[in-house]
């Protein structure tokens, strides 16, 4: 076993046991080392997985045509909180280009990384709370106040929501459905057709689907 990090673990106050008010922050102090500790986990498997990028790229060039450079960190927000993955950067002698064969193993991006698992929490706690709320619920959960905020929920769920309606259209496309045949024709409605909202009168359904376009 290899030691990655050491922690100190919160001290019991004798007065705060007596006074019966231990419990509160000892189990604050206890959630708080523990995220520490599972980021330091990930950060330490992640420097294997770089590794291991940096190996199989060096194996694809000649011997001595690469150097090592400094490590460049990226930002990942994750359900362990926001924390710095290092990753390895090579330089060509001859043309003096610059990787990070790491990148392989990220997905792609325009910024900070957000951990798949974030991006679930966001999109579910998003369906029944605003966007400040769900902002705050990932605060807590993270022990991170501001891990993601309002506006990047936003774009998170916007984007998803793209995401979901073309996989919907993929998925009707495949149906296999045969004119003629045994199977019976399914009652789909053209995704063109904007959708009538139950109670909603028609103007206020047509004012809604213009909004939502623009």
């Given at each position: ?8 673990l ?9 006074a019966?008010t231990?419990l509160?922050?000892l189990?604050t102090a206890t959630i708080?080392?523990g995220q520490?500790?599972?980021?330091a986990?990930?950060?330490?498997q ?6 291991q990028c ?5 194996r694809?060039v000649p011997p ?5 450079d ?8 994750s359900?362990l ?6 990753r ?15 990148d ?7 910024g900070?990384v ?6 679930e929490?966001a999109c579910?706690?998003?369906?029944d709370?605003?966007f ?5 619920l990932?605060?807590?959960q993270?022990q991170?106040e ?6 990047t929920l ?5 984007r998803h929501g ?5 996989a919907?259209r993929?998925?009707?496309?495949a ?15 053209p ?6 909202r139950a109670g909603?009168?028609a ?12």
């Amino acid at each position: 076993m290899n030691e990655l990090a050491a922690f100190d673990l919160p001290e019991s106050d004798p007065a705060a046991l007596a006074a019966g008010t231990a419990l509160d922050p000892l189990e604050t102090a206890t959630i708080e080392t523990g995220q520490a500790m599972l980021r330091a986990a990930l950060q330490a498997q992640w420097a294997v997985v770089d590794a291991q990028c940096v190996a199989m790229y060096c194996r694809q060039v000649p011997p001595g045509q690469l150097r090592r450079d400094r490590h460049r960190p990226i930002t990942v927000a994750s359900r362990l909180g926001t924390l710095q993955l290092r990753r390895q950067m090579l330089s060509h002698w001859d043309s003096g280009v610059r990787v990070r064969p790491g990148d392989q193993a990220l997905p792609i991006r325009r910024g900070m990384v957000i951990s798949r698992s974030l991006r679930e929490w966001a999109c579910l706690l998003t369906q029944d709370v605003s966007f400040a709320t769900a902002a705050r619920l990932l605060g807590w959960q993270t022990q991170e106040e501001r891990i993601l905020s309002p506006t990047t929920l936003c774009t998170l769920v916007r984007r998803h929501g793209a995401i979901v309606r073309i996989a919907e259209r993929e998925a009707i496309g495949a149906y296999p459905y045969q004119a003629g045949g045994s199977l019976a024709p399914v009652p789909l409605v053209p995704y063109s057709t904007p959708k009538r909202r139950a109670g909603w009168p028609a103007v206020l359904s047509n004012a809604v689907e213009a909004a939502l376009a623009r």
